[in-house]
């Protein structure tokens, strides 16, 4: 089993304000940021589930370019990554 750390969230939540533009102009740690966090994080635990990497998408609707983006968390920030 996987579980993002707060770590994780936190870095997520850094992505979220640079990234989404729903959140332009916010800090990291408003409420609505940190509980978009959780679900990409929640989607990130669903991934590594499957076999695949820490990844989550930000859809193109939703990022500044109209792109759909990738990310993939740091290893250290998840737990249950053999070798961490």
């Not at 990409?40 to 990497?53: I, S, T, Y």
């Not at 930000?58 to 740091?74: A, C, K, M, V, W």
Request: hydrophobic share 35%.
């Amino acid at each position: 089993m996987f579980n993002v750390k707060q770590s994780g969230v936190d870095e997520i939540c850094n992505i979220l304000v640079k990234r989404h533009k729903s959140f332009k102009g916010c800090r990291a740690d408003d409420h609505d940021v940190v509980a978009a966090a959780h679900e990409f994080a929640n989607d990130v635990e669903n991934q590594l589930c499957e076999g695949n990497n820490a990844c989550f998408e930000i859809r193109g609707f939703y990022t500044h370019d109209g792109n759909p983006q990738e990310f993939e968390l740091s290893p250290e920030n998840i737990d249950g990554i053999v070798g961490w």
